[in-house]
C-alpha cells in the first residue's frame, strides 16, 4: 500500500509500466463533474470508475482482495477512511474468490486504518487488503484499476 499526493505522482511511474497514463488521467480531470461509470484506455488493463458510493462505519467495512488488478483510489467530494490488512494475515473468508469480478471479501477486522484527503491517492496492491468507504454519508471517488 502506498498513500501520497497527486503533487507527487511521478515518483511512482516507475513501478507498472501504466502507472504514468493512470496518473496522468487522474491529475487532469474534474471528476466533481463527470459523469458516474467507467472509462476504458486500454481495454481491461487500464480502465477507471467514477462512482458516488454509500460510505460506512469500520465495523461494518468488508476487507476485500484482488488477483489481477492494482487499485489507484482517489476520494473526490470529501476525506476517506480505508482499513488494511496484509493479505498474508487474512483468514475468516466471506465467500470464495470472485475471478470474474477479480474480488474476494473477508471478514477479518483491518490492523491499520488510513485517511487520504482529496488530491491524495491510495494505491493497493494485490497482497494489500483493504476495506475502502469508511466515514459518514456519500462520497464521490476515482478508482483506477491496473492489471497485475
Not at 501520497?4 to 497514463?21: G, Q, R, S, T, V
Not at 456519500?138 to 492489471?147: A, E, Q, S, Y
Request: with cysteine.
Amino acid at each position: 500500500m502506498i498513500i501520497d499526493n497527486l503533487k507527487n505522482a511521478e515518483a511512482y511511474y516507475n513501478l507498472h509500466p501504466l502507472f504514468k497514463e493512470a496518473f496522468e488521467y487522474l491529475k487532469s480531470g474534474d471528476f466533481i463533474k463527470a459523469e458516474n461509470g467507467k472509462i476504458e484506455f486500454k481495454g481491461e488493463d487500464l480502465f477507471a470508475i467514477i462512482s458516488d458510493s454509500d460510505m460506512k462505519a469500520s465495523t461494518d467495512a468488508k476487507i476485500e482482495v484482488h488477483n489481477k488488478y492494482i487499485d489507484i483510489q482517489i476520494p473526490v467530494s470529501k476525506p476517506e477512511t480505508y482499513g488494511w490488512k496484509s493479505r498474508t494475515e487474512l483468514n475468516e473468508e466471506k465467500d470464495v474468490f470472485d475471478n470474474y469480478k477479480d474480488i474476494q471479501f473477508f471478514e477479518d477486522k483491518a490492523t491499520t486504518e488510513i485517511t487520504a484527503i482529496p488530491g491524495n491517492f491510495v494505491i493497493f496492491f494485490p497482497q494489500d487488503g483493504h476495506a475502502p468507504c469508511i466515514g459518514e454519508g456519500k462520497i464521490r471517488k476515482v478508482v483506477v484499476k491496473i492489471r497485475y
